[in-house]
């Protein structure tokens, strides 16, 4: 279980709303919720298993980083945009991105992990995301978030 650190003021609606509205899309309410009390992990140890794999998580993007994280990710492929939108919302140490993907719709994103390395053409299989360079995490925010543990084998 990761404890997270507290905000000492809770994040109002209308940064959600501003930034949702930029994008064109809802963020998922779980998210939400969970961003308007919370800032980060208390310890730089998170992790997460995808496919059966540990993988690092340092810490959630602060929403007034958003915007600019998603148009430096489609910087020069705008058109890549109405194949999916990709918005990342955390990172590891190797600043490789934790993202909301929302495929054609822009509600009920699922949580997907790339590596930075990657050029975004190479994201994309067609209309859809490449699933030799991208790995699901997870279906839902709430349980990315509760599939966070510390790893202590290292």
Not at 29 to 39: E, N
Not at 45 to 62: G, K, R, S, T
Not at 67 to 76: K, N, P, T
Not at 100 to 127: C, H, K, M, V
């Amino acid at each position: 279980m990761i404890t997270w650190l507290k905000r000492e003021v809770k994040l109002p609606i209308e940064e959600f709303a501003q930034i949702e509205e930029s994008l064109g899309i809802c963020f998922p309410r779980d998210y939400v919720d969970w961003i308007q009390k919370h800032r980060r992990p208390e310890s730089g140890h998170a992790h997460i298993l995808i496919d059966d794999e540990p993988y690092h998580f340092d810490e959630l993007y602060d929403l007034e980083e958003i915007i600019d994280e998603v148009e430096a990710l489609f910087e020069g492929n705008e058109e890549l945009k109405e194949t999916g939108l990709i918005v990342p919302i955390g990172f590891d140490s190797a600043l490789n991105p934790y993202s909301f993907y929302y495929g054609q719709s822009r509600e009920n994103p699922i949580i997907i992990w790339f590596s930075s390395d990657d050029a975004l053409s190479e994201i994309f299989n067609g209309t859809k995301l490449n699933l030799k360079q991208v790995r699901i995490v997870r279906q839902s925010f709430t349980k990315f978030i509760n599939d966070l543990y510390v790893r202590t084998d290292y």
